[in-house]
């Protein structure tokens, strides 16, 4: 029995590690009680709505006396193709926006580099070239007018946010006829990612609107989690979608708290001011490139002061997927960040990490110390544990004598086996119970370390200076086939798992004991490409065994 339990967990192990590896960007991470599902394909809502060109105005707002706009009006050839970029500077990003299309060109975060190097620049959260660029609208008034690549007059150029400074606005400015304008605002802070968007209408009336959206994977690495759009409405949770071939579409209408496009580190979202809309999504794979197009549309609710007409209200987020900045934002937009399965363990361990971290400074330090917790938790259950397998090493010779009295009779040989347990008080099961208890706890963790932000290019000690990447031991002049370098970290993983073996006291057969022996070089090439904030937690885990086994062994009988 023991041997078959350590072998489940082996199984267990390796089929995470088998699985993330193959099949990691499909991962259907679909949290108990959250409703979050991972759809691939095309797929229809119960209440879906095409974002067609037929709506209505909305009743009960009126509407300006100017006649609606039926065409674009074409404006001179310099004026399309040469728009000047609006540069937007705060302590937390540096954006440049484009006045064609009044749409983001760049978006870069000073907080975030791309690798470790401290030469590295910031991560551009905007991949996508022209025409092609998020927050290009699309308006239905009269009949539709695409605005995406339209010349936008700005206000201002440049904009220079401090802390504490004022939030500031940037208003572009479209001519569709003689006498009527779009005005779209955008609103930045100088301590958030988060800004209100705003568009106005002048002069025309106007029946719907779209947003626009356009991304590709931030980072071909993230493969072993869910990279792409995603939204969530209360009525249906967190909806991640993957679409597999160019021209597959996902539609959905209904309630909608944000719509949005991003990986396990960052995203860029779309959040309504009115959830209840109803909203109009589509998600379309446009290439083989993973370039994805994804639209929010809503009919025209706003209202109408003077001769202008509100068309919509929303914040736009651009950044990372900090669990409690996303908090603060509201609007459910800390869904985001979704453990699948795990997420009611690993949720409450990165509360705990950060909490740790305000005090520490260290990650690596926070995850030794949450192992320490963990360990005192599951301590009386390992006590028990150690102990019982003790005993169970002594009955040996009496179990031994059983099987040979009754090996014929298996009815009466269990039946014996039963008393003599519970003669002497011990679980033949009881030694894996606790490695049993903490599988849920090492995935969860497991999941923390992929995803959470905070841990990315998280430095810990020495050669280890990215707690959610492998550890690898650098050697001048030399090379290491496959792996690289040395996985120091790892190696000491498995030596100490081998100790803690040798020190355990077993119940099993020589044959059975020598093939738990492979256990610890199983484990060891398993960890090799587990982030380096994992295998130091399986490594002090296995050290406060060794200690706990010490003591055991010599002080208790």
Same mark, same amino acid.
């Given at each position: 029995?023991?041997?078959?339990? &350590? ?23 679909? @949290? ?76 870069? #975060? ?120 995603? %939204? %969530? ?22 309630? #909608? ?12 979202? +779309? ?54 900045? &996303? ?58 544990? @150690? ?11 009496? +179990? ?32 894996? +119970? ?11 963790? %497991?999941?923390?370390? &992929? ?15 990215? &707690? ?90």
């Amino acid at each position: 029995m023991e041997t078959r339990a &350590l072998l489940a967990i082996v199984l267990s192990i390796a089929v995470l590690a088998g699985f993330q590896y193959f099949f990691g960007s499909q991962l259907q991470n679909a @949290a108990p009680g959250a409703n979050a599902t991972n759809v691939t394909g095309s797929h229809h809502s119960p209440a879906v709505a095409q974002t067609g060109n037929n709506s209505t105005s909305q009743p009960g707002i009126s509407r300006p006396k100017s006649k609606p706009v039926k065409k674009l009006v074409k404006l001179p050839e310099d004026m399309e193709t040469k728009g000047k970029d609006v540069v937007v500077d705060t302590p937390l990003f540096h954006a440049v926006l484009s006045e064609n299309g009044a749409t983001f060109r760049h978006f870069v #975060l000073k907080k975030y580099r791309q690798d470790i190097d401290e030469n590295s620049p910031g991560v551009d959260l905007v991949n996508v070239s022209p025409p092609l660029l998020p927050l290009g609208v699309k308006i239905v008034s009269g009949g539709p007018i695409d605005l995406r690549s339209r010349f936008f007059r700005a206000d201002r150029y440049k904009l220079e946010l401090k802390d504490g400074t004022r939030p500031v606005s940037v208003h572009f400015v479209s001519q569709l006829g003689a006498n009527a304008t779009l005005v779209k605002t955008y609103t930045f802070y100088p301590d958030k990612y988060l800004m209100d968007f705003d568009m106005e209408i002048t002069g025309a009336d106007a029946d719907r609107y779209t947003v626009f959206l356009y991304e590709k994977p931030y980072n071909a690495s993230t493969r072993y989690v869910f990279s792409g759009p995603s %939204y %969530y409405a209360q009525s249906t949770g967190l909806e991640e979608i993957s679409l597999d071939k160019p021209g597959e579409s996902h539609v959905y209408s209904g309630e #909608l708290d944000w719509l949005s496009y991003g990986d396990n580190y960052f995203m860029t979202a +779309l959040v309504t001011a009115d959830p209840k809309g109803p909203w109009d999504v589509r998600i379309t794979l446009l290439n083989d490139e993973k370039l994805t197009e994804s639209t929010l549309s809503s009919r025209v609710r706003g209202q109408v002061q003077g001769n202008a007409l509100t068309l919509c209200k929303m914040n736009i987020y651009i950044g990372p997927k900090e669990i409690e900045r &996303l908090k603060k934002v509201g609007h459910n937009l800390s869904k985001a960040i979704n453990f699948g399965w795990f997420d009611p363990i690993a949720k409450p361990l990165l509360y705990l990490l950060n909490f740790m971290y305000r005090y520490v400074h260290n990650y690596g330090v926070c995850i030794i110390l949450l192992t320490i917790l963990i360990k005192l938790l599951f301590w009386p259950l390992a006590h028990k544990s @150690a102990q019982s397998m003790k005993t169970m090493q002594k009955l040996q010779p009496k +179990l031994q004598k059983l099987k040979e009295k009754y090996g014929d009779d298996k009815e009466r040989l269990n039946k014996e086996l039963m008393q003599l347990y519970k003669t002497y008080k011990v679980n033949p099961m009881s030694g894996c +119970l606790p490695m049993l208890l903490q599988i849920p706890v090492f995935f969860a963790l %497991y999941k923390v370390l &992929l995803q959470a932000i905070e841990l990315r290019h998280a430095p810990f000690m020495l050669w280890i200076n990215d &707690l959610s990447a492998p550890d690898r031991l650098m050697i001048p002049g030399v090379e290491i086939p496959v792996v690289g370098g040395v996985p120091v970290l790892t190696l000491l993983m498995g030596a100490s798992m081998y100790l803690q073996q040798k020190m355990s006291p077993s119940s099993l057969d020589p044959t059975q004991a020598k093939m738990m022996q492979l256990l610890p070089v199983v484990f060891t090439f398993m960890f090799i490409n587990f982030p380096s904030g994992l295998v130091l937690y399986w490594l002090v885990n296995n050290i406060l065994s060794i200690i706990q086994q010490y003591y055991v062994n010599k002080f208790t009988d």
